[in-house]
């Protein structure tokens, strides 16, 4: 079993910044993804890291913006937010799963309760 928790989300103008953390118990061999999911809309894939942290993966939405990063040794994985902008506006969850990282969030097991990230125009 594995809980996720997530934290650093907030109210932020846009094109500022926010990092946020998902505290993992248990193992760390797990892929990880970042998901949003805003009002009235489809929960979307934001981006993937491999257990190792050597591949990353993103929605072309994001690429520039957005880092996926992980440490191992604190069974963490972060989401560094740059330049953000009003459309970045959603809940943002982690996720994990046994195996190869993907982008369907259909294929990963475990999910954190979300942290509200808002950008202000």
């Known amino acids: 079993q594995v809980r996720l928790v997530e934290s650093g989300g907030g109210l932020v103008q846009a094109g500022g910044s926010l990092r946020l953390s998902c505290a993992a118990s248990g193992r760390a061999f797990y892929a990880m993804g970042w998901f949003r999911q805003a009002p009235g809309k489809e929960r979307e894939s934001v981006a993937a890291i491999d257990w190792s942290g050597g591949s990353t993966y993103y929605i072309d939405s994001v690429k520039g913006r957005f880092t996926m990063s992980r440490d191992n040794a604190k069974n963490t994985v972060y989401l560094q937010m740059n330049s953000l902008r009003p459309e970045d506006t959603a809940v943002y969850y982690c996720?994990?799963?046994?195996?190869?990282?993907?982008?369907?969030?259909?294929?990963?097991?475990?999910w954190g309760q979300g942290t509200q990230v808002t950008v202000s125009s």
């Open positions: 996720a994990a799963k046994i195996g190869r990282a993907t982008m369907n969030p259909h294929e990963y097991n475990y």
